[in-house]
């Protein structure tokens, strides 16, 4: 037998049980990042804050928000019965590996 490329199983509730975990922790990091932001905007200028560290924080908390919704779009979508089979590509989109 010949496989092409790289298949991983991954389980239906270890699928569904790491949507949720990945959906949680992007979620924390939006609060993090809000509250970063809300800092560096009252610090201002006048204790060093530059306008990229404010757009940087603001890019990362953007990017945080939009992968919120996509692991929530996923959670209410997951069939919870199904085994998936994953290719490398999609284990990184679904941060199962970096």
Known sequence: MIREGIKVVVAADEFHEHLIGRLE?????????????????????SSGVTGSMI?????????HRRLVDYFNFLVEHDDMTADHLLSDHELRTLEFIR
């Open 25 to 45: 922790h992007h979620d924390r990091r939006v609060d993090e990042y809000e509250e970063r932001l809300r800092i560096l905007e009252e610090e201002g200028a």
């Open 55 to 63: 757009d940087t924080t603001r890019s990362t908390l953007t990017n």
